[in-house]
């Protein structure tokens, strides 16, 4: 204290010590920011009276107001759903064949079937829908089970191969390595090739292809959709077209599996999906009742 002393320049007491000539003033604070220090003070007091602030244990102190931001989350999520139940309650009733028929109502189906796919269908499917090895492109119009939106959404409901569920999609093609021989696969092989023009048949592949294939598969390799069995004779492949991959499929089968949403999702959701997948660019018309192969709630291979 006894060094402390008024510096000349500025009138300012020192702080008392020196370094090297080097003197610090003892500058009071500005009022204003001292002014607004003690307020924040105040503010924090305040809040943690009215406002959860203190963590405790397994949650915090309510505060006397009963404020949370998960109660208005809470709020918020059902005035959310308040303002959509009209649409859903409509999109409910509605046959999904004829949502095409109120566009105002399809495109609102479409949008929320956006949404879900991103939540429920982007890990095998992609993010634009375009599929990988073993999971289906959904923009192009290639099809197992059908196109239309009933097709669609009854695949989306019951899935494809889910074992103890009656009504799930289920075709089963044989491991033709416990049947056949290598020689046998290989000639296979290249008339399967040939169907799509990948490189020219042979007699003995044809031939094993009218014994073993063509019952599932049909004469040209056209598929059948009743059988979920695909079309050999387009460039469009699930697992690949490549000797090395169809030798594969050929001697130890596929059977891939899609899971089954009306476990896991409600019906609405599982409408405005079928709107959104048939959106993308290889929907199908709905068919008139005396051409369709299957019931209504048939289903797109949607899946595998």
Same mark, same amino acid.
């Given at each position: 204290?006894?060094?402390?002393?008024?510096?000349?320049?500025?009138?300012?007491?020192?702080?008392?010590?020196?370094?090297?000539?080097?003197?610090?003033?003892?500058?009071?604070?500005?009022?204003?920011?001292?002014?607004?220090?003690?307020?924040?003070?105040?503010?924090?007091?305040?809040?943690?009276?009215?406002?959860?602030?203190?963590?405790?244990?397994?949650?915090?102190?309510?505060?006397?107001?009963?404020?949370?931001?998960?109660?208005?989350?809470?709020?918020?999520? =059902?005035?959310?759903? =308040?303002?959509? =139940?009209?649409?859903?309650?409509?999109?409910?009733?509605?046959?999904?064949?004829?949502?095409?028929?109120?566009?105002?109502?399809?495109?609102?189906?479409?949008?929320?079937?956006?949404?879900?796919?991103?939540?429920?269908?982007?890990?095998?499917?992609?993010?634009?829908?375009?599929?990988?090895?073993?999971?289906?492109?959904?923009?192009?119009?290639?099809?197992?089970?059908?196109?239309?939106?009933?097709?669609? @959404?009854?695949?989306?409901?019951?899935?494809?191969?889910?074992?103890?569920?009656?009504?799930?999609?289920?075709?089963?093609?044989? @491991?033709?390595?416990?049947?056949?021989?290598?020689?046998?696969?290989?000639?296979?092989?290249?008339?399967?090739?040939?169907?799509?023009?990948?490189?020219?048949?042979?007699?003995?592949?044809?031939?094993?292809? @009218?014994?073993?294939?063509?019952?599932?598969?049909?004469?040209?390799?056209?598929?059948?959709?009743?059988?979920?069995?695909?079309?050999?004779?387009?460039?469009?492949?699930?697992?690949?077209?490549?000797?090395?991959t169809l030798r594969h499929t050929i001697t130890y089968a596929r059977n891939g599996v899609m899971p089954r949403w009306n476990a896991r999702l409600d019906d609405v959701t599982i409408r405005m999906l079928a709107a959104y997948?048939?959106?993308?660019?290889?929907?199908?018309?709905?068919?008139?009742?005396?051409?369709?192969?299957?019931?209504?709630?048939?289903?797109?291979?949607?899946?595998?």
């Amino acid at each position: 204290m006894a060094n402390k002393h008024i510096d000349e320049a500025t009138g300012t007491e020192t702080v008392g010590h020196e370094w090297d000539g080097i003197e610090e003033l003892d500058t009071p604070l500005p009022r204003w920011w001292l002014i607004t220090f003690i307020l924040c003070i105040v503010f924090a007091a305040g809040y943690v009276v009215f406002y959860p602030a203190i963590p405790l244990a397994n949650t915090a102190t309510p505060g006397t107001l009963g404020w949370s931001s998960r109660g208005e989350l809470a709020k918020d999520m =059902a005035a959310d759903a =308040a303002r959509r =139940a009209p649409i859903f309650q409509k999109i409910a009733t509605t046959p999904v064949a004829d949502l095409p028929a109120d566009p105002a109502l399809l495109a609102q189906a479409i949008e929320g079937g956006r949404a879900a796919f991103k939540v429920h269908c982007v890990q095998c499917h992609g993010a634009g829908a375009a599929g990988s090895p073993g999971y289906p492109n959904l923009n192009d119009d290639d099809w197992l089970w059908g196109g239309d939106l009933d097709a669609i @959404a009854f695949t989306l409901r019951h899935g494809i191969r889910n074992p103890g569920h009656d009504e799930t999609r289920f075709s089963q093609m044989p @491991a033709f390595g416990e049947i056949l021989e290598t020689a046998d696969i290989e000639a296979l092989i290249t008339h399967v090739r040939s169907l799509s023009g990948l490189e020219p048949g042979s007699a003995a592949g044809a031939s094993l292809f @009218a014994e073993q294939c063509a019952a599932c598969h049909g004469e040209n390799g056209g598929g059948n959709r009743e059988l979920g069995a695909p079309n050999l004779a387009d460039s469009i492949w699930l697992y690949g077209g490549d000797r090395d991959t169809l030798r594969h499929t050929i001697t130890y089968a596929r059977n891939g599996v899609m899971p089954r949403w009306n476990a896991r999702l409600d019906d609405v959701t599982i409408r405005m999906l079928a709107a959104y997948v048939h959106s993308l660019g290889g929907g199908e018309a709905t068919p008139v009742p005396e051409q369709a192969d299957v019931a209504e709630g048939d289903d797109a291979d949607v899946g595998v």
